[in-house]
Structures are given as C-alpha cells and as structure tokens.
C-alpha cells in the first residue's frame, strides 16, 4: 500500500514482498545437476561403440569413460602443455601414427575420432602384454603404458624381475617404480589409481 501523505510504502507492507528466488536455491542446484549429468553423458555412445569394436561385446565401455575423465575431465577441447589433445589427450604423433591404418580418422579435434583412436591405441597397449600378464591385471599395465609409454612400464616390468617380485602384478611395479630412472612415476601411479575410482564411481547405480 502506498501512503499519499508520506510518499513510501509503510515498513510492514514492504516486509511482506516476497524476495526474488538466489540462484542457489534447490531449484538450480537441480537443474545444474542434470545439466551436469547430461554433458557426462554425451560421449557414452562413442565410448560403447568402439569399445565393442575393439575390445568385443563383453568388455565394459565404462573403463574408457574412466580412463577420458582422468585425461580431459572429459572435455573434449583440452590440451595438455605437452601437446596432448582432446578427450583421450591423444599425442598428435600417435594420432597421425593410426591415421595410417585408419584414415577416416580424419581429426584429433574430433570427439568421435579422437575416442575411436584412444581406444584403438588401448587395444595395441592390452595386446602388448598378452600373455605376460593376466586380464585380472592387464587393466593396469595397459593404462600405465598409455600413460607413461610403453618403454617405462617395460623397463619396470624388467626391473621386478630382477628383484625376483611378481612381475605381473602391478603392486610390484609400484614398489619398483622409484627405481626405475627417467620416469615420472608418480604421475603414472597416481593415474592408474585415479581412472580406477572414476570407473568406482560411475559404474555405481
């Protein structure tokens, strides 16, 4: 209500208008949380498509999805100070490197192309320790060498040995590692263990 003889509105009534929603409020928290969820779940598809084809049907897509979270955080635009691009933060060599058996890769900037190599290169890297190291352990030994090549984790592997451990279990080539000279161990083992809880948490109902 508004006094004529005064020219304000009396303190009471002005109390009593309501005030504009924050943006913080449980609305928009929710509706961040499924756009969130949403831009998640975009490249599902992709990552399902080509881990069927390169790791058959009975292979769970959702360790590749693990795997580009600890890479790009999923974004497909990243680029690392090394060089490394895109979701699965591809090398440009190694992408050029498969563009050579698989031309219609035509670009690393491309979300589709930039997965299908990714997994591609995982394919080469888990076939690389066949038979070495059994499937309940190749998980690791095969994001390791993605991360850190596959020299290092070689030349881990080599040095467990040599320390008569247990070459096929990746514990021994975390316990060898500070060993190993001119690798960045820390960050390959820190890795492995950061896609394994990304794999925890989004395989969760």
Not at 191 to 202: G, L, P
């Amino acid at each position: 209500m508004f006094c004529v003889i005064c020219g304000q509105v009396p303190q009471q009534a002005a109390a009593q208008t309501p005030a504009p929603e924050r943006s913080t409020g449980p609305l928009a928290k929710a509706t961040a949380a499924r756009e969130n969820a949403r831009r998640a779940e975009r490249y599902d598809p992709m990552f399902k498509k080509y881990a069927k084809r390169y790791f058959g049907i009975g292979f769970d897509w959702r360790q590749f999805k693990a795997q580009a979270m600890a890479e790009s955080n999923l974004d497909s635009t990243a680029t690392s100070w090394v060089g490394a691009r895109g979701l699965m933060q591809l090398m440009p060599s190694t992408f050029a490197a498969i563009q050579t058996v698989r031309p219609e890769f035509d670009r690393i900037d491309n979300p589709e192309w930039n997965i299908a190599a990714g997994i591609m290169h995982n394919r080469h890297l888990w076939k690389l320790w066949l038979p070495t190291v059994p499937d309940s352990e190749r998980l690791r030994f095969m994001f390791g060498s993605y991360n850190a090549g596959e020299g290092n984790i070689a030349r881990a592997h080599a040095a467990a040995i040599a320390k008569q451990l247990e070459p096929a279990r990746w514990t021994s080539i975390e316990a060898i590692a500070p060993e190993v000279p001119r690798w960045r161990y820390r960050e390959t083992l820190g890795y492995v263990r950061k896609i394994e809880a990304n794999y925890t948490r989004i395989k969760a109902p």
